[in-house]
Nanobody, 117 residues
Framework: QVQLVESGGGLVQPGESLRLSCVAS??????????MGWYRQAPGKQREQVAR???????NYTDSVKGRFTISRDNAKKTVYLQMNSLKPEDTAVYYC?????????WGQGTQVTVSS
C-alpha cells in the first residue's frame, strides 16, 4: 500500500509561482513502478488530471497548463513535484496527487491553491 500527502499550496497573486510536493510512504517499490499524476478539482467542476509523469520520467500535460507547469519526481525522496509558474485565477482548485491510472485508495487530503488579486 502507498500513502500520499500533498503540500505546498497557498494564496498567490496572478503571475506568481508555487511548488507542490507529494510525499509517498509505504511500499516504495510500488511507488517507483507507478506513473504518477497531479489532479485538481475546482468548485463545481469535475476533477481533472493536469500533469502526468511515467516511471521513466516522461511527462504529459493538459493543454491549459502546458508551458507553465512542470511535473517531476525524485524516487530517492519518494516525492513528486508540481512547479506552477504564471499562475492564473482559473488554476484555483484543490490539487491532489495519485497514481496513473488512479487508485481510489491513494487519494489524500489535497492542497488548496488560490490565485487571486
Amino acid at each position: 500500500q502507498v500513502q500520499l500527502v500533498e503540500s505546498g499550496g497557498g494564496l498567490v497573486q496572478p503571475g506568481e509561482s508555487l511548488r507542490l510536493s507529494c510525499v509517498a510512504s509505504g511500499n516504495i517499490f510500488r511507488f517507483i513502478a507507478m506513473a504518477m499524476g497531479w489532479y485538481r478539482q475546482a468548485p463545481g467542476k469535475q476533477r481533472e488530471q493536469v500533469a502526468r509523469i511515467s516511471k521513466y520520467g516522461n511527462t504529459n500535460y493538459t493543454d491549459s497548463v502546458k508551458g507553465r507547469f512542470t511535473i517531476s519526481r525524485d524516487n530517492a525522496k519518494k516525492t513528486v513535484y508540481l512547479q506552477m509558474n504564471s499562475l492564473k485565477p482559473e488554476d484555483t482548485a484543490v490539487y491532489y496527487c495519485n497514481a496513473d491510472p488512479l487508485v481510489p485508495a491513494y487519494w489524500g487530503q489535497g492542497t488548496q491553491v488560490t490565485v487571486s488579486s
